[in-house]
T-cell receptor, first 113, second 111 residues
């Protein structure tokens, strides 16, 4: 079974731009969660989607948004990029939304200049 | 609230055992996880333990959970150079998938 895939793997943007990251979960998994990893803050939960609905949201500004499609693939969008948004964005999938074991993708490394 | 703490760095000789520790504050945590992250990679799930268990063994990995002290440890037996990585403990509770992570513990294995 293929693992969680994320595209693109690397991205360079400038301040004020917007970015869309994509995540394809493991086949059969319906829950997708997003995390931001930075050296200063560590791993922080962004949001979780299940059956195309946002189930949980972390403490991030409204510039961070996401969505999930009917095939469980998910995208997250960051608008009006700031330098502090430079991070590794990790996606995790699980079978359902109730404290299931989560499997992570390789991440998308975003650099904001 | 959720607060997971880990020590930062551990060096160990190849063949020795490594022990990584983690403390958490949320007594309602029901699942506790250990993840491994190698340079430039995502998180690899190593093992997890339910809060009603004290110990779980999986090949070279042994997880110990002390609920009274809210202390979790991961022991790696016969540590290999491929075990060099950052190890994160994480907790989830309230029946959802939201994970709270510690800051990670970097393990360096010396040949």
């Amino acid at each position: 079974k293929a693992g969680v895939t994320q595209t693109p793997r690397y991205l360079i943007k400038t301040r004020g731009q917007q970015v869309t990251l994509s995540c394809s979960p493991i086949s059969g998994h319906r829950s997708v969660s997003w995390y931001q990893q930075t050296p200063g803050q560590g791993l922080q939960f962004l949001f979780e989607y299940f059956s195309e609905t946002q189930r949980n949201k972390g403490n991030f500004p409204g510039r961070f948004s996401g969505r999930q499609f009917s095939n469980s693939r998910s995208e997250m969008n960051v608008s009006t990029l700031e330098l502090g948004d430079s991070a590794l964005y990790l996606c995790a999938s699980s079978f359902s939304s109730g404290q299931e074991t989560q499997y992570f993708g390789p991440g998308t490394r975003l650099l904001v200049l | 609230g959720e607060d997971v703490e880990q020590s930062l760095f551990l060096s160990v000789r190849e063949g020795d055992s490594s022990v990584i520790n983690c403390t958490y504050t949320d007594s309602s945590s029901t699942y506790l996880y250990w993840y491994k992250q190698e340079p430039g990679a995502g998180l690899q799930l190593l093992t997890y333990i339910f809060s009603n268990m004290d110990m779980k063994q999986d090949q070279r990995l042994t997880v110990l959970l002390n609920k009274k002290d809210k202390h979790l440890s991961l022991r790696i037996a016969d540590t290999q150079t491929g075990d060099s990585a950052i190890y994160f403990c994480a907790e989830s509770n309230d029946g959802n998938n939201r994970l709270a992570f510690g800051k990670g513990n970097q393990v360096v294995v010396i040949p």
